[in-house]
């Protein structure tokens, strides 16, 4: 497992950052060649992967997701067989005058010594929770369809 060591390190081009809006970033002491994955941290999201060129070196730019919740975070770089290295940043909630987040960046590739890596898929976020369980509902249903039953047949039962 990766650890964190003297002569790793990742800067960013920012200490904040809106929800939905994008952040670059550099980071050196790796291994020549190696695939560095690019995480936000507080709850761990994959942002993407890049590869250090001939000096250890890793730069991109990464979109952090309109869902993330506003307050401090780290950007964590983790080398495959080498080090990590992270930065503070603090996230702030996306603007309420946009609230299909529309003006936001869309993911950008990750560069490294100017060769285009592609971005990683972005996982579709689940729409908050309104209203009731349907399944409370159907359950109910499904117990006051079976009471029913059980009444007529005793019902029947005593008539004959």
């Given at each position: 497992m990766p650890t964190p060591g003297p002569g790793t390190t990742v800067?960013?081009?920012a200490e904040?950052?809106?929800a939905g809006g994008s952040l670059s970033f550099t980071g050196s002491g790796f291994i020549p060649g190696e695939s560095v994955a690019?995480?936000?941290n507080s709850d761990p999201i994959l942002l993407g992967r890049v590869v250090a060129d001939a000096n250890g070196t890793v730069a991109g730019v990464v979109?952090?997701?309109p869902n993330?919740?506003?307050g401090a975070h780290s950007i964590q770089l983790i080398g495959d067989s080498s080090r990590t290295a992270s930065a503070s940043i603090i996230v702030l909630a996306a603007s309420s005058t946009d609230p299909d987040n529309s003006t936001a960046s869309a993911p950008l590739a990750h560069r490294t010594s100017g060769a285009p890596v592609p971005a990683p898929a972005l996982a579709r976020p689940e729409l908050a929770q309104t209203g009731v369980n349907p399944a409370v509902w159907l359950s109910a249903?499904?117990?006051a369809l079976l009471a029913g039953a059980m009444l007529t047949v005793t019902g029947r039962r005593r008539r004959t």
């Open positions: 800067k960013v081009s904040t950052v809106v690019v995480w936000l979109t952090i997701g993330t919740a506003p249903g499904i117990i």
